[in-house]
Every structure is written in C-alpha cells, then in structure tokens.
C-alpha cells in the first residue's frame, strides 16, 4: 500500500520546525498534483485511516498510549475524506489557505458532518478525542479503555467507506 521515498533531514525538520506534518503536506501535494476528485482523494485518505487504524488495533495490547495515537489519527483521517467527499468548501479552503488542517478545522468538519450525516460521527470524533489526549498525551488509559474507544472509530472508518462508496 505504501511506497518509501527518502525526503531529506533538513527539509523534515524545517517542516516540523514550522509546525507542519511530512506526511499530509506530501499526500496533499500528491492529490493537488493529481487533480484528485473527491471520490479518489476521500478513497484516499480512507486509506490512510484504515492503515493507522489496523496499526493502533495491533498496539492495544502491548503499547495503549501508541494504539491511542494511531486510533486517533485514523479518525482524522477519516474526517477528512468525508470533509472532501461532502465538499466541506469552506472548511477545505481554509486548510488550502493555512497549507495544513488544525483541529479547528477538524472540529467544524466534524459539527457539519455530524448535522448532514448523524450525530453517530460527533460521537466517533469525542471518543477518538479521549484517545489523543487521555490515551496519548495524558498516558492514563489502559488497553480496555482504548479497546472500548476504538469500536467507535472503527464504525466510522467503515460507515465512511460505505458512503463514499468503497465498501458494500
């Protein structure tokens, strides 16, 4: 699913220095190179969720805090490619003005998505939320509290997947 390319050390550390992600500014110029439909570019970030989220499932067990943070960034993800299959204008050209999604962003997606598509999704976000910040930054959630959470963000991997039209 994924291909490696070696970007070098200095361009990755003034990227973080700046406080931006390697890997969403590289998929976002991918897509922006691709010209990207919505459907393709929601397909993939989807799967970019689904990799995080069978990554976090394998930690649960031996590492919560890393499982908390996969978890976490697989329903992201997620939201973005429903911000983008629902064409969430205004959202979206805010992180094209800004050169990256911030939790602001995040969290109007989430508020919009969840009045267009049900309240199930505001639900997905909170839980994958606790797993951020209880989970990962805090450290105070175990491997059962992270198990019970991740049901949530597996329902949103897979619901958004249906309705973008991946899975049956």
Not at 27 to 39: R, W
Not at 64 to 87: D, F, M, N, R, T
Not at 99 to 110: C, D, F, I
Request: glycine share 6%.
């Amino acid at each position: 699913m994924s291909e490696s390319i070696p970007i070098p050390r200095r361009l990755v550390d003034e990227l973080k220095k700046r406080g931006l992600n390697v890997e969403d500014i590289v998929i976002d110029a991918l897509l922006k190179a691709l010209n990207a439909d919505p459907t393709t570019a929601a397909g993939i970030r989807l799967d970019i969720a689904r990799k995080y989220f069978e990554e976090g499932e394998a930690l649960i067990d031996r590492d919560p805090v890393q499982a908390s943070e996969k978890l976490y960034k697989a329903c992201e993800e997620a939201i973005k490619a429903l911000a983008i299959y629902h064409g969430l204008g205004e959202i979206l050209a805010r992180v094209e003005e800004r050169g990256r999604w911030t939790v602001t962003e995040l969290e109007k997606a989430v508020e919009t998505l969840s009045d267009r598509v049900g309240e199930w999704i505001l639900t997905s976000w909170d839980a994958a939320w606790a797993l951020h910040v209880w989970g990962f930054h805090e450290a105070r959630l175990d491997s059962e509290a992270v198990r019970r959470r991740a049901e949530r963000v597996r329902r949103l991997i897979a619901e958004s997947g249906r309705m973008i039209g991946l899975d049956k």
